[in-house]
């Protein structure tokens, strides 16, 4: 399976950005597939992930400004990300929740974001 970030970019404090992530190869379904993002020297931690049959789930630091949705024709999951923060900014990556809970996640190069303030 591969999992192909996009949409990262630089944007002003406030403003908003949409990222993608399209799912090719063996990738059953797109319904456990999560949002993360790295800062450099930090763990990579969870903002959003999807849940089948149930409210998605979210960081409390993200809560209210993200919302993760999905497209199954498209095999695509999407972050859009409002009122951008300063501290939003990071290299996002998405993956399965299931192969990151078992350690056994391959990391693609992720979208690099940067919130200026």
């Known amino acids: 399976v591969q999992l192909q970030a996009s949409g990262g970019g630089l944007v002003q404090a406030g403003g908003s950005l949409r990222l993608s992530c399209e799912a090719s190869?063996?990738?059953?379904?797109?319904?456990?597939l999560a949002w993360y993002r790295q800062t450099p020297g930090n763990q990579r931690e969870r903002v959003a992930a999807l849940r089948l049959g149930g409210m998605p789930d979210y960081a409390d630091s993200v809560k209210g400004r993200f919302t993760i949705s999905k497209d199954s024709t498209k095999r695509t999951v999407y972050l859009q990300m409002n009122n951008l923060k300063p501290e939003d900014t990071a290299v996002y990556y998405c993956?399965?929740?299931?192969?990151?809970?078992?350690?056994?996640?391959?990391w693609g190069k992720g979208t690099l974001v940067t919130v200026s303030s």
């Open positions: 993956n399965d929740v299931k192969t990151v809970a078992m350690r056994t996640a391959t």
């Open positions: 190869g063996t990738l059953v379904s797109i319904n456990y």
